[in-house]
C-alpha cells in the first residue's frame, strides 16, 4: 500500500471515527441530560449530588470543549490508523486468528488497563506543575452535567487519547472489541458526570460497591479536587489511599440514606 493510500484511509477513519464518537457521546450525553436534569429533574432531585446547579453558560462551555476533544480523538484515531496499515499495530481483523475467547476478553483486559492509565495520569494532571495547563479547564465544571465528560483541554484531550495508542501498541485488539470497549467508556463517562446518583442506597456496602465507582465518588472529586482520582473501579483509590472521607457519608447522603443536615457538603 502506497503512502498516499494509507493517509487516504487515515483521513476517513479520522472522520469516521470523530463522527460515530460524536454520535455516541451526544445520544448519551443527550439523553441523560433530559432524564435527570429535564424531565424527571424533580422526581431525582433527591438524588443530587451537589446542591450546585449548572448554569447554562457552563453547559455550553462543556458541549463546547466536548467538541474540540472529539477532534483531537479524530486525530489520534487518524494517526493509529496509519500506524496501522504500516504494520507498527496489533489490530487484526480475522476473529478466527485469536478466538472468540480472546475477543471478548479482550474487552475486559482494555477496561483494566484503561482504569490504572486514567488513575495515574489523572493524579500527575494534578500537580501544580501541570494542573492549570493540563487539567483545570475540566474542573471549571464543580457541578458536572454529561456534558462534562469529554469537556477537556487540547493538552488533556491528548493524554485521555493515549490510552487508545498504548492498547493497540501493545495487545491484540480486534477493531469491533475496540470499538466496543470505547462506547462502554463513553457511556460511564457520561453517566460518571450526570451528577445524580444512580446505584441503589445497599450498593456501597456491596461487593460491586467494593470494586466500581459511583456518580458520588467522580462528583465529589470535581468538589474537592484533591481525591477520588478512580475512573471505573475503586481498587486503586483504595490501594493509593486517595477515597475521600468524606465519600461515603457523600453517598448516603444522595441515596437517602442520611439527612441533609447530618452531612456538611461545603
Given at each position: 500500500?502506497?503512502?498516499?493510500?494509507?493517509?487516504?484511509?487515515?483521513?476517513?477513519?479520522?472522520?469516521?471515527?470523530?463522527?460515530?464518537?460524536?454520535?455516541?457521546?451526544?445520544?448519551?450525553?443527550?439523553?441523560?441530560w433530559?432524564?435527570?436534569?429535564?424531565?424527571?429533574?424533580?422526581?431525582?432531585?433527591?438524588?443530587?449530588?451537589?446542591?450546585?446547579?449548572p448554569?447554562?453558560?457552563?453547559?455550553?462551555?462543556?458541549?463546547?470543549?466536548?467538541?474540540?476533544?472529539?477532534?483531537?480523538?479524530?486525530?489520534?484515531?487518524?494517526g493509529?490508523?496509519?500506524?496501522?496499515?504500516?504494520?507498527?499495530?496489533r489490530?487484526?481483523?480475522?476473529?478466527?486468528?485469536?478466538?472468540?475467547g480472546?475477543?471478548?476478553?479482550?474487552?475486559?483486559?482494555?477496561?483494566?488497563?484503561?482504569?490504572?492509565?486514567?488513575?495515574?495520569?489523572?493524579?500527575?494532571?494534578?500537580?501544580?506543575?501541570?494542573?492549570?495547563?493540563?487539567?483545570?479547564?475540566?474542573?471549571?465544571?464543580?457541578?458536572?452535567?454529561?456534558?462534562?465528560?469529554?469537556?477537556?483541554?487540547?493538552?488533556?484531550?491528548?493524554?485521555?487519547?493515549?490510552?487508545?495508542?498504548?492498547?493497540?501498541?501493545?495487545?491484540?485488539?480486534?477493531?469491533?472489541?475496540?470499538?466496543?470497549?470505547?462506547?462502554?467508556?463513553?457511556?460511564?463517562?457520561?453517566?460518571?458526570?450526570?451528577?445524580?446518583?444512580?446505584?441503589?442506597?445497599?450498593?456501597?456496602?456491596?461487593?460491586?460497591?467494593?470494586?466500581?465507582?459511583?456518580?458520588?465518588?467522580?462528583?465529589?472529586?470535581?468538589?474537592?479536587?484533591?481525591?477520588?482520582?478512580?475512573?471505573?473501579?475503586?481498587?486503586?483509590?483504595?490501594?493509593?489511599?486517595?477515597?475521600?472521607?468524606?465519600?461515603?457519608?457523600?453517598?448516603?447522603?444522595?441515596?437517602?440514606?442520611?439527612?441533609?443536615?447530618?452531612?456538611?457538603?461545603?
Amino acid at each position: 500500500m502506497t503512502i498516499h493510500d494509507k493517509l487516504a484511509r487515515s483521513l476517513a477513519a479520522l472522520l469516521g471515527s470523530s463522527l460515530s464518537q460524536l454520535f455516541w457521546y451526544g445520544l448519551l450525553a443527550c439523553g441523560v441530560w433530559l432524564f435527570f436534569h429535564l424531565v424527571f429533574r424533580t422526581r431525582f432531585r433527591h438524588r443530587r449530588v451537589s446542591r450546585q446547579e449548572p448554569t447554562g453558560r457552563q453547559m455550553g462551555r462543556e458541549v463546547l470543549c466536548s467538541m474540540r476533544s472529539i477532534g483531537v480523538f479524530g486525530l489520534v484515531t487518524g494517526g493509529v490508523v496509519y500506524a496501522a496499515y504500516s504494520g507498527w499495530t496489533r489490530l487484526y481483523v480475522d476473529v478466527g486468528k485469536y478466538g472468540w475467547g480472546w475477543f471478548w476478553g479482550s474487552i475486559g483486559v482494555m477496561i483494566v488497563v484503561h482504569d490504572a492509565y486514567f488513575y495515574w495520569t489523572h493524579r500527575l494532571m494534578h500537580h501544580r506543575w501541570l494542573y492549570r495547563a493540563v487539567h483545570h479547564t475540566h474542573h471549571l465544571s464543580m457541578s458536572p452535567t454529561p456534558w462534562a465528560a469529554y469537556a477537556f483541554s487540547p493538552a488533556e484531550a491528548l493524554v485521555q487519547a493515549g490510552i487508545g495508542p498504548l492498547i493497540v501498541f501493545t495487545m491484540p485488539v480486534h477493531p469491533a472489541a475496540f470499538g466496543l470497549f470505547m462506547v462502554w467508556q463513553i457511556a460511564f463517562n457520561v453517566f460518571g458526570h450526570c451528577g445524580y446518583e444512580i446505584f441503589p442506597r445497599w450498593f456501597l456496602g456491596s461487593q460491586a460497591g467494593t470494586l466500581l465507582n459511583s456518580v458520588t465518588h467522580h462528583a465529589l472529586h470535581h468538589e474537592k479536587f484533591r481525591a477520588n482520582f478512580g475512573l471505573y473501579f475503586n481498587v486503586w483509590d483504595r490501594l493509593m489511599g486517595t477515597n475521600h472521607p468524606d465519600y461515603e457519608r457523600r453517598f448516603e447522603l444522595a441515596t437517602g440514606r442520611q439527612r441533609a443536615t447530618d452531612v456538611n457538603i461545603q
